[in-house]
């Protein structure tokens, strides 16, 4: 008969327990991230789609030189914003509506890309951004370096393009706008597995939460900027112009 007052017997009761916790967390997180990357791919697929559909139509055409410009250029902006400003507030049904809407305005943005870019160039530089997004996000998933220190200077490198970005619309230099594109593909390649660290380590604190659902909108939100201005600065480098 079975000593239950046996200290081995509890041992091995304790490890039992804590490695079906352990997978239990294990799975848990699986589906966290998978979710994260199925809004933020299917955010990108849309985003895709709408440029596409905007271009093809002649929509993209009629803004040139039309205010309406500015309005869907600027309008993306509109939706983070609100986002990540008012999460908090905001059901986890309509944190994914916004996140759908921006995706699709975002696509109206973008589509202007067509007419500076050939087809073959975006195509080329999509898959190729793909394939390093890919990389990056599963470094930050599986490193076990901490890249919490990094994300104070990247976030810093990212308004100092900004910064960068305004200043060379009125000077339109080619020199500044080849540097903007290195460090802009440099910054977002870090952010990438940075912000990857960063949703996969909030899943322990919203995991069985109402939060959990607005996490990974957020955390959808954060890759696809990541993947979105990998791609456009990577564009603007490599890509073969009209």
Do not use: C, H
């Amino acid at each position: 008969m079975a000593n239950w007052n046996d200290p081995k017997m509890a041992a091995s009761g304790y490890q039992a327990n804590a490695g079906a916790m352990d997978q239990a967390v294990d799975a848990g997180l699986r589906s966290y991230m998978l979710s994260v990357y199925n809004y933020m791919g299917s955010g990108v697929l849309l985003t895709g789609i709408v440029a596409m559909l905007a271009y093809q139509s002649g929509f993209t055409a009629s803004l040139v030189g039309s205010p309406l410009m500015w309005v869907v250029m600027l309008s993306p902006l509109a939706f983070v914003l609100v986002l990540s400003f008012g999460i908090n507030k905001l059901s986890t049904t309509a944190a994914q509506g916004i996140f759908w809407a921006y995706a699709g305005v975002m696509g109206l943005s973008m589509s202007t890309i067509f007419l500076a870019f050939t087809a073959t160039s975006i195509a080329t530089t999509f898959f190729a951004t793909a394939a390093a997004f890919l990389g990056l996000s599963l470094y930050g998933y599986t490193t076990k370096k901490d890249l919490s220190g990094f994300g104070t200077f990247l976030i810093m490198g990212v308004v100092g393009i900004l910064v960068a970005m305004l200043i060379n619309m009125f000077v339109q230099s080619s020199a500044l706008s080849l540097a903007i594109s290195v460090i802009g593909v440099l910054l977002f390649a870090g952010l990438t597995a940075y912000d990857t660290q960063k949703i996969k380590s909030m899943y322990f604190y919203v995991r069985g939460t109402d939060f959990m659902g607005k996490s990974v909108v957020m955390g959808a939100l954060a890759l696809y900027l990541d993947f979105v201005n990998m791609f456009t600065f990577l564009l603007n480098l490599l890509g073969n112009r009209e």
